[in-house]
């Protein structure tokens, strides 16, 4: 099981004001708030720290067959940036930047690594077990009037680039619970698929066995 979470910080800055009050105390705990309270870059750090709990809410409620979202209750431990320069030291809000980061994320009971990349108005998170290896990760901007759609497409060109799958023999199929698996040849495989998509970007991450590498 994977989970991954797309934050387009352009569309996040007009549709959530943040700063507005008890915003952030329905979201994060008090060490979070601390977190964004100290960064150079808050805005950022309000939406890494939330790009983080979805998608370990997204690994954990696939496992789980669960559809309960609590933010306040998923706990993101020592965030860090995986190069030494940290956040405090970033550039400013909308300028460009490649930073890549992990953490720990606490739901329920479970714990799981999510690692996370900030690149100018992007930010990717995605979470998966150690014995699945990662395949593809890909995000891009997509056409907003229809991103779900450009999602899939994203989808099959790379598993048709990778693999040699013919578009036409594969097909994205969602559970009762909306967990998406990839079929090939109207067979399920047994690919781990997350999809993700926000503002103007659409991505996914895929794993696998070793055998797909």
């Known amino acids: 099981m994977i989970g991954n979470d797309i934050v ?3 569309q996040a800055r007009q549709e959530s004001n943040w700063r507005r009050p008890r915003y952030l105390a329905k979201i994060f705990t008090p060490e979070e708030q601390q ?13 890494l720290l939330w790009s ?3 998608a370990a809410y997204k690994r ?6 669960q559809r309960s979202f609590f933010p306040n209750k998923i706990e993101v431990q020592g965030f860090q940036q995986v190069q030494e320069t940290g956040l405090h030291h ?8 490649h930073l890549p980061y992990t ?3 606490q739901i ?11 690149k100018g108005d992007l930010i990717h998170s995605w979470t998966l077990p150690e014995e699945k290896k990662l395949l593809l990760r890909k995000v891009d901007a997509l056409p907003c009037s229809t991103l779900s759609e450009a999602t899939r497409s994203l989808v099959y060109k790379h598993l048709e680039q990778c693999f040699q799958w013919s578009p036409a023999d594969l097909s994205i199929q969602k559970n009762e619970q909306g967990r998406p698996f990839v079929y090939y040849q109207n067979k399920q495989s047994p690919l781990s698929l997350s999809l993700a998509h926000h503002g103007r970007y659409g991505g996914f991450v895929l794993a696998g066995s070793e055998h797909f590498l």
Request: glycine residues 4%.
């Open 35 to 47: 977190l964004i309270a100290d960064a150079h870059r808050p805005t950022a750090m309000v939406w």
């Open 52 to 54: 983080c709990k979805e």
């Open 60 to 65: 954990w409620a696939s496992e789980h067959q």
């Open 8 to 10: 387009d910080l352009r």
């Open 90 to 97: 970033a550039a400013a809000d909308g300028e460009s930047s």
């Open 108 to 118: 329920m009971g479970h714990c799981y690594t999510v690692h996370t990349f900030l």
């Open 103 to 105: 953490s720990s994320v």
